[in-house]
């Protein structure tokens, strides 16, 4: 969404309005935001099983635009931009989870490998090789990249909302993401710690798994670019996107216990 160029400045839009005492040209603002609305939905839906569809992502994501317009105060001092950004990609991410497409019992599979990750690194003191995991979960090296290539599919929601997949656990990202949902001053303070938090897991990251989370996540480049500068097949930089992700969802919910 940050590559979207404008040549009118939603914030600014809304606060002239405002001041005015008009209501926002809300078909306008649609529209000068739905090219990157359209952009961010096709890269989410890259890493998307099929039957999940662009036009279904794009429309969520206009809701949460509306959304922002109807609750938008510019008196909190952050640019409209900004914040109605932050709601659409929150409204896609709502709404695959509503859709509830990946199996609950995949769900705590993947819980599962990101425990065993985070109880070695707490023991060793840094991140496990996959030996090491495999060690711990009693099963073979190539068992635990079969089990990482299936997490592969819930990746979608690894960096914008890590979230632990545990039920039985209220403790946890969840349950901070939940109670600033409650309390909507808290979403701006919320987003600075997120996101100093996850800078700091990243860079705890090895250095092959941070180049692939900047590669993928920062420059935008897919898996298969990824695989031919580091000269691996795809499956497996899948499973080392996969890995890292596991890292980051067990620091990011330390953090918030």
């Known amino acids: 969404m940050a590559q979207t160029q404008t040549a009118l400045s939603p914030g600014k839009t809304r606060k002239t309005t405002a001041r005015k005492g008009r209501k926002p040209d809300r078909e306008a603002i649609v529209q000068e935001f739905l090219p990157g609305i359209r952009i961010?939905?096709?890269r989410m839906?890259?890493?998307?099983?099929p039957h999940i569809e662009t036009d279904?992502?794009?429309?969520?994501g206009v809701v949460g635009l509306l959304d922002a317009l109807d609750r938008y105060d510019d008196s909190r001092g952050i640019k409209f931009k900004t914040y109605a950004e932050f709601r659409i990609r929150g409204a896609m991410l709502d709404y695959l989870r509503e859709m509830d497409w990946f199996p609950r019992s995949a769900r705590q599979h993947s819980t599962r490998l990101q425990h065993a990750y985070a109880r070695l690194e707490n023991v060793l003191g840094r991140p496990p090789e996959e030996e090491e995991v495999a060690k711990e979960l009693g099963i073979s090296v190539e068992e635990l990249r079969k089990q990482l290539?299936?997490?592969t599919?819930?990746?979608v929601f690894s960096l914008d909302a890590l979230q632990d997949e545990d039920e039985e656990n209220g403790a946890g990202l969840r349950h901070v993401m939940a109670a600033a949902a409650m309390d909507e001053s808290r979403e701006e303070e919320l987003t600075r710690e997120l996101k100093d938090v996850l800078g700091k897991a990243i860079d705890m990251l090895p250095e092959r798994e941070q180049q692939l989370i900047a590669f993928y996540y920062f420059e935008d480049?897919?898996?298969r670019e990824i695989s031919r500068i580091f000269g691996l097949g795809e499956?497996?930089?899948?499973q080392l996107h996969a890995q890292a992700v596991l890292r980051l969802r067990?620091?990011?919910?330390r953090h918030f216990r």
Do not use: E, Q, Y
């Not at 499956?235 to 899948?238: D, F, G, L």
């Open 40 to 42: 961010h939905a096709a």
């Open 45 to 49: 839906k890259l890493r998307l099983p």
């Open 56 to 60: 279904d992502l794009v429309s969520s």
């Open 149 to 151: 290539a299936m997490f």
């Open 153 to 155: 599919g819930m990746t």
């Open 221 to 223: 480049l897919t898996l």
């Open 235 to 238: 499956p497996r930089i899948c």
């Open 250 to 253: 067990g620091k990011m919910n």
